[in-house]
């Protein structure tokens, strides 16, 4: 049974840096795309940032371009996002998960908040 655990959020500033992860346990098949999920309060759940075990193919939504960076580990089993320029509106609970996403895979999520 597959289990993604998310962990490295926290309160930081604007401007500021965080480096999430997403740890994997169980047999997940290593042709999965691996992607970032986010829902901010009142919001929809949404997409985020995506890449392939393999570490290619990276994609990111338009909102975090450019500041956000997904990468992976494959002897850790871990998917990575690294925040840098945070802004007040990347505040939300962040979630990995796979693409397309499955049920089952979605984990607690680690709450990231953007404030001064």
């Known amino acids: 049974q597959v289990q993604l655990m998310e962990s490295g959020g926290g309160l930081v500033q604007p401007g500021g840096s965080l480096r999430l992860s997403c740890a994997a346990s169980?047999?997940?098949?290593?042709?999965?795309?691996m992607a970032w999920y986010r829902q901010a309060p009142g919001k929809e759940r949404e997409f985020v940032a995506a890449?392939?075990?393999?570490?290619?193919?990276?994609r990111y939504a338009d909102s975090v371009k450019g500041r956000f960076t997904i990468s992976t580990d494959n002897t850790k089993n871990t998917v990575y996002l690294q925040m840098n320029s945070l802004k007040p509106e990347d505040t939300a609970v962040y979630y990995c998960?796979?693409?397309?996403?499955?049920?089952?895979?979605w984990g607690r999520g680690t709450q990231v908040t953007v404030s001064s």
């Open positions: 998960n796979v693409v397309p996403t499955i049920a089952n895979y």
């Open positions: 169980g047999s997940i098949f290593s042709g999965y795309t």
């Open positions: 890449i392939m075990w393999s570490g290619n193919s990276p």
